[in-house]
């Protein structure tokens, strides 16, 4: 892969392969200068297309952020984890905390204090223990095999709706929105079933979920803080509302099983609708946000590499092993945060008590240490790929289980569908760097199919 010298890092700042602590709080010049060319750098990453690389092409960026280091000074206190090994290192590692509400309050600063960081904070995903493993405790093992398997043939009901309205669409216009119809469709669909959401309202909630994601970026401008605010009070609102009917009438859902299990889990009512109705919301964006870029992903990542789609149409077996190369090629979740405790930390990075420390998911899975030429996408790559793309350690994503049914049955019955199935238009990215999202991915159907030989 080529990298632009004009932004590689300075001379000065050796490449940090071997040791993992940066002196962050004493910046020296070529910390400032390390800290200068990573800014850049993240700009760069963040933009929906600029110079070519952006995230239309993030991974010529990624490298360049391991060149500075395996943990290099971020533009905003505290660092920045680039390598694969830094990366689990931390997920691992329970020394590190969430940027949890108390930290956030200690900031001092609007933009961490704004409604829907506020709102956000108090999700699962931010808690810390004691209250986080609680809550993990009451939730269980929600996507269990037997679950799957009851949610299979619901899953596959979706995906062959989803492809109808595709199919629609592209007969009447000539192409078809592929990020709106099936990105966002599917995934909404899929986690709102489960949980028993109307599904009039699943339109609302994809909007105010894409809208809340602003809060969780590196560079919201005031405007893009402004729609996460209301997207975020808007979502809190509506579950609010929804865990309010159902604790008056009970359905047969997970909903009402949660508003069943928090009202002996906790004493207080009032705090455990409250409890549901975050729970409830953030199933809604966790696997909404997270699974169309997968799927949105898969989709653009075959069309580029047409001969393992075809590979795929005849190898079924091989999709599971497809969907892990998606997201080990692109996760979702590029970027995530932890703090330093003060604590002695196991992974040996030196971070002090409240800095901040990136995850960059993103560089880790292009990392040359952690796999062999990663830039290549290789649906066939040998024996299980351990990626970071559902986190790793006490916030091992809940939903990894229906992330990748989705995927699964997706991928087996579009390729069958329609084996001429292509992207007619450069796709769309949101300018966001933390969490991956393509706006817009056009399709058509190809007069012919293509016609690849490939080894068995
Ligand atoms: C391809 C799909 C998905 C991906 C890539 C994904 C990714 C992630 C990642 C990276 C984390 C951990 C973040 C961190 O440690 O900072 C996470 C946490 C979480 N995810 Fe997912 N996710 C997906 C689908 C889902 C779905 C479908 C649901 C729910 C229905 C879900 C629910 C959760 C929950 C509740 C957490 C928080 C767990 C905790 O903090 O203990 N995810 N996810």
């Known amino acids: 892969m080529s990298v632009d010298a004009s932004i590689a890092c300075p001379q000065s700042v050796p490449p940090q392969r071997a040791t993992r602590s940066v002196p962050a709080e004493t910046a020296t010049p070529p910390a400032a200068d390390a800290t200068r060319r990573v800014a850049v750098l993240l700009s760069r990453l963040r933009s929906a297309r600029k110079f070519g690389d952006g995230q239309s092409n993030p991974w010529p960026t990624y490298e360049q952020l391991r060149e500075c280091g395996d943990v290099v000074p971020s533009p905003w206190g505290g660092v920045m984890v680039t390598s694969y090994e830094a990366a689990n290192a931390v997920l691992r590692d329970r020394s ?19 409604p829907a960081n ?3 904070s108090q999700m699962m995903m931010l808690l810390n223990a004691p209250e986080h493993t609680r809550q993990r405790r009451v939730l269980g093992n929600t996507f269990d095999r037997a679950t799957l398997e009851r949610l299979t043939p619901v899953i596959e009901g979706l ?10 669409r592209m007969k009447e216009d000539g192409s078809a929105d592929y990020a709106e119809i099936v990105g966002d469709g599917l995934p909404v669909a899929a986690v709102g079933h489960w949980l028993g959401v109307p599904a009039a309202d699943f339109a609302d909630l994809c909007v105010w979920t894409h809208g809340q994601s602003w809060a969780q970026e590196l560079f919201p401008t005031a405007s893009q ?15 609010q509302d929804l865990v309010a009917e159902r604790t008056k009438s009970p359905g047969d859902d997970v909903l009402s099983s949660w508003i069943r299990a928090w ?14 109705a975050r729970l409830a919301s953030f199933a ?16 653009w990542l075959l069309d580029r590499n047409p001969e393992q789609a075809d590979w795929l149409r005849y190898h079924p077996e091989g999709i599971p092993a497809a969907t892990e190369e998606i997201l080990r090629y692109d996760p979702a979740v590029a970027i995530t945060t932890r703090v330093g405790s003060g604590s002695d930390s196991p992974s040996e990075i030196a971070v002090g008590k409240g800095q901040l420390v990136y995850v960059c998911i993103g560089s880790a899975h292009h990392d040359p240490r952690f796999i062999a030429d990663p830039d290549r996408f290789d649906v066939r790559r040998p024996g299980p790929v351990r990626h970071l793309a559902f986190g790793q350690g006490a916030h091992f994503c809940l939903g990894a289980g229906l992330g990748r049914l989705e995927s699964n049955v997706l991928l087996r019955k579009v390729l069958t569908r329609f084996p001429t199935l292509r992207v007619v238009a450069e796709p769309v990215w949101e300018s966001r760097a933390a969490f991956r999202r393509m706006a817009s991915l056009r399709v058509g159907l190809a007069p012919k199919p293509r016609f690849y030989s490939f080894g068995a």
């Open 96 to 114: 590190f905390r969430t940027p949890d509400l108390e930290w956030r309050q200690q900031q001092g600063d609007v933009r961490w204090n704004s």
């Open 118 to 120: 506020t709102e956000l």
């Open 159 to 168: 995906v062959d709706s989803v492809l109808d309205e595709l199919e629609l």
């Open 225 to 239: 803080m402004a729609f996460a605010d209301e997207s975020a009070l808007s979502l809190k609102a509506y579950f």
């Open 263 to 276: 009202s002996e889990a906790e004493e207080d009512p009032e705090q455990a609708a409250t409890i549901v």
């Open 284 to 299: 809604i964006m966790a696997g909404l946000e997270t699974t169309s870029n997968l799927v949105n992903a898969g989709m």
